[in-house]
Structures are given as structure tokens and as C-alpha cells.
């Protein structure tokens, strides 16, 4: 249940157009929902803002399916990452608004009267093979109530690119950078704005790479002031990061 939706029972419970009783039944499954092979967490937005986002990888189209109907019954909203494609299949044939993004192997439904979104995340890629990370990051991000941008293909094989988009990288209020490879875009990045940036490397790249491990390291080792950095190939974490830093800029203005 998100917090508008438990304001509307409470306030209903208040002005006595909602019977005690029938408040009790509707918070029966109030803040956890147990579907047998899944513990839904109903209370999540409350504490973190958020719903619970649902993890595909490891869950049948049946189990997966019923965790989103459950998610949906208490918000007006889901994602769903790591999605297989048959799975992306039973989702989308049975819920309203769903749609499958397989670039980036997630299923979301949007509120009906979803807007443009707060703010601004910048999503920046090295790449075209980072698409599916970058992809990841945008739609999380986007889902959690920002405006996002995708700056693609920018690496530093080709600086000119980047550096024709200095003004765009400043407006942002957070940036999520992704790069494979040799993973210095994020540094870059970090040493041209005064922005949070979060840095994603991915398994993108020859041998020496170690599918990622070379980017992360170098990430991790960034002489760039503000550059945080999360796993390998996680655009869900860095667009989580990157929305919930909007949002925080978003409050303070009010």
C-alpha cells in the first residue's frame, strides 16, 4: 500500500465514511504480503519512497507474475529488472499498461498519468555497447519520479564528444556514468562538473578487461573528487542512487 493510497484509509477511518472494521481487513496484509516463494514488502515506499522493485533472474514467469500483480494491487506502479523473455511475455500479455524494454531486460507499468518527471538525471554512456547498462539506469531512474537524459556513445576515444556537451553535463543535478573498456569516462565526467556522479563499469571489452573488473578498478581508483561507483553492469543501483539524489535537491528547494 504507498502512502497516498494508506492517507486516503485513514482519512476515510477519520471522517466516518470508512467503517473501523473495514479499514482492519484492507491493512490485513499491512506492511508484508506473502506470496509462498515471495515476502512483498507493501511498506516499502513509506520508509524509502519507493515501492519494492521486483528481480527477475532466479524467478519463474508464474512466480514472477504474481509478485507483480500483488506489487500492483498496493501501487500505481512496477519495475522489474533482469527480466527473461518469456517472462517479459507473460507480464506484458497479462497487465495493463505493462511494456517490455529488452535492450535493458526490464518490464515496467507506469501510472496512466505519469508526467515528464523532477529535476534532472543525466544518464552518460562511453559506448553503444553500454547501451543496455545506461538503458537500465534511465527507466530506474525515470520510475522513481525524475527526468532523465541519455547522453550516448561519448567515450574518451572520441573527447570532442564529450566536450560538446559541457553545458548539458552541469544542468544535470546528478549524473550516472557508464563506461566499459578501460572505465575513464567517469573521471572525466567528474573532473568537468560539480554534480554527484555515479559511475558504472560494465562487462564490456576484450580479455584484459575480466569482464568488467579492469573498469571497476579503475573506477574505484578515480583521482576525480565525487565519483561513487557501484557494481558491474548495476544501472538499477546507479539510477536508484541517482534518483534519490534528485529527489533530495528536489526538497530542498521547496
Given at each position: 500500500?504507498?502512502?497516498?493510497?494508506?492517507?486516503?484509509?485513514?482519512?476515510?477511518i477519520?471522517?466516518?465514511?470508512l467503517p473501523?472494521?473495514?479499514?482492519?481487513?484492507?491493512?490485513?496484509d499491512?506492511?508484508?504480503r506473502?506470496?509462498?516463494?515471495?515476502l512483498?514488502d507493501?511498506?516499502?515506499?513509506?520508509?524509502?519512497?519507493?515501492s519494492?522493485v521486483?528481480f527477475?533472474?532466479?524467478?519463474?514467469p508464474?512466480?514472477?507474475?504474481?509478485?507483480?500483480?500483488?506489487?500492483?494491487?498496493?501501487?500505481?506502479?512496477?519495475l522489474?529488472?533482469?527480466?527473461?523473455?518469456?517472462?517479459?511475455?507473460a507480464?506484458?500479455?497479462?497487465?495493463?499498461?505493462?511494456?517490455?524494454?529488452?535492450l535493458?531486460?526490464?518490464?515496467t507499468v507506469?501510472p496512466?498519468?505519469?508526467?515528464?518527471?523532477?529535476?534532472?538525471?543525466l544518464?552518460?554512456?562511453?559506448?553503444?555497447?553500454?547501451?543496455?547498462?545506461a538503458?537500465?539506469?534511465?527507466?530506474?531512474?525515470?520510475m522513481l519520479?525524475?527526468?532523465?537524459?541519455?547522453?550516448?556513445?561519448?567515450g574518451?576515444?572520441?573527447?570532442?564528444?564529450?566536450?560538446?556537451?559541457?553545458e548539458?553535463?552541469?544542468?544535470?543535478?546528478?549524473l550516472?556514468?557508464?563506461?566499459?573498456?578501460?572505465?575513464?569516462?567517469?573521471?572525466?565526467?567528474?573532473?568537468?562538473v560539480?554534480?554527484?556522479?555515479?559511475?558504472?563499469p560494465?562487462?564490456?571489452?576484450?580479455?584484459a578487461?575480466?569482464?568488467?573488473?579492469?573498469?571497476?578498478?579503475?573506477?574505484?581508483?578515480?583521482?576525480?573528487?565525487?565519483v561513487?561507483?557501484?557494481?558491474?553492469?548495476?544501472?538499477?543501483?546507479?539510477?536508484?542512487?541517482?534518483?534519490r539524489?534528485?529527489?533530495l535537491?528536489?526538497?530542498?528547494?521547496?
Amino acid at each position: 500500500m504507498d502512502s497516498e493510497r494508506l492517507k486516503n484509509l485513514l482519512e476515510g477511518i477519520r471522517e466516518g465514511a470508512l467503517p473501523v472494521d473495514e479499514g482492519l481487513r484492507r491493512l490485513g496484509d499491512f506492511p508484508l504480503r506473502d506470496l509462498g516463494h515471495t515476502l512483498l514488502d507493501t511498506h516499502r515506499e513509506l520508509r524509502c519512497g519507493h515501492s519494492e522493485v521486483l528481480f527477475g533472474e532466479g524467478k519463474t514467469p508464474e512466480q514472477l507474475l504474481e509478485a507483480a500483480r500483488a506489487l500492483l494491487d498496493h501501487h500505481d506502479r512496477m519495475l522489474a529488472t533482469r527480466v527473461a523473455p518469456e517472462a517479459a511475455r507473460a507480464l506484458c500479455a497479462a497487465l495493463p499498461r505493462a511494456r517490455h524494454h529488452p535492450l535493458s531486460r526490464v518490464v515496467t507499468v507506469e501510472p496512466a498519468n505519469a508526467g515528464p518527471g523532477i529535476g534532472l538525471v543525466l544518464v552518460v554512456s562511453a559506448g553503444t555497447s553500454d547501451a543496455p547498462v545506461a538503458e537500465e539506469a534511465a527507466i530506474t531512474s525515470r520510475m522513481l519520479g525524475s527526468r532523465v537524459e541519455l547522453l550516448a556513445d561519448v567515450g574518451v576515444a572520441g573527447l570532442h564528444r564529450l566536450l560538446g556537451q559541457i553545458e548539458r553535463l552541469r544542468e544535470a543535478r546528478a549524473l550516472v556514468v557508464v563506461a566499459g573498456m578501460e572505465g575513464a569516462l567517469p573521471s572525466v565526467v567528474g573532473g568537468l562538473v560539480d554534480r554527484p556522479v555515479i559511475a558504472v563499469p560494465t562487462s564490456v571489452g576484450y580479455g584484459a578487461s575480466f569482464g568488467g573488473v579492469a573498469a571497476l578498478l579503475a573506477m574505484l581508483n578515480s583521482c576525480a573528487a565525487g565519483v561513487t561507483v557501484v557494481n558491474i553492469d548495476n544501472g538499477f543501483g546507479a539510477g536508484y542512487a541517482a534518483a534519490r539524489i534528485n529527489r533530495l535537491a528536489e526538497d530542498s528547494r521547496a
